[in-house]
């Protein structure tokens, strides 16, 4: 009777094809984590945003959202600042909401009294080691964006009008911050671009740019 079982030979063939089916689904399964995250990470971007205009009409206040190093601080320092292969207008860091209390009208900082509304913590990692969310805005520097009681973005210094939500690798060390202008986008990138009245929308990219 002829043993059963799988020769040498068998046994590495069917380890052959089995890496390479696993090399080819490799790529396209780190593609798909990585359009997942890009639409989690856009959503709670713009959750954000939404509410702060809302929270802004129905509390008679200003309220802002700011880049911060450190989200879990009693009193969160809003920072363009650049850190670990992070540059200064990535808001993947974190950020903070938080209402602007009378007589407090610096906007771009929280100042005791201040309510801070929701700490959003840095975003993680993505599929592959170095890979990880960008939250780029368009904004020279002063990183933050402010909702007036009428729900228009009009406290003076609030120059962010466009974020734009991507993957890609950490780069170190970066100094100074990178123009919105400056990045190519992949084509799973989204943006949220906001209109002078405080209007948001989930745009796509063409050619490394936002729509």
């Not at 002829?2 to 089916?21: D, K, N, Q």
Request: charge should be positive; hydrophobic fraction near 50%; proline fraction near 5%.
């Amino acid at each position: 009777m002829r043993p059963r079982g799988f020769t040498l030979v068998e046994m590495l063939v069917v380890m052959t094809i089995s890496a390479i089916l696993v090399a080819a689904a490799v790529p396209a399964f780190q593609w798909t984590i990585a359009r997942n995250r890009i639409s989690d990470a856009t959503n709670q971007l713009l959750s954000h945003l939404e509410y702060a205009r809302m929270e802004a009409s129905r509390r008679g206040n200003a309220v802002s959202l700011c880049r911060t190093l450190d989200a879990n601080l009693a009193t969160p320092v809003c920072s363009s600042a650049s850190t670990a292969g992070v540059d200064g207008n990535d808001w993947a860091v974190g950020w903070v909401v938080f209402e602007k209390v009378p007589p407090n009208l610096d906007a771009a900082n929280v100042e005791a009294g201040d309510q801070v509304i929701f700490r959003q913590q840095a975003m993680g990692a993505m599929a592959a080691p170095g890979v990880r969310a960008m939250i780029h805005s368009n904004a020279a520097g002063g990183e933050f964006f402010a909702y007036l009681p009428r729900g228009t973005p009009g406290v003076i210094g609030s120059v962010a009008t466009t974020f734009a939500v991507d993957y890609g690798t950490v780069l170190t060390p970066i100094t100074g911050n990178r123009a919105l202008a400056s990045i190519s986008l992949t084509s799973a990138a989204r943006c949220i671009p906001i209109s002078g009245l405080g209007a948001l929308r989930v745009a796509r990219t063409a050619a490394g740019v936002c729509l």
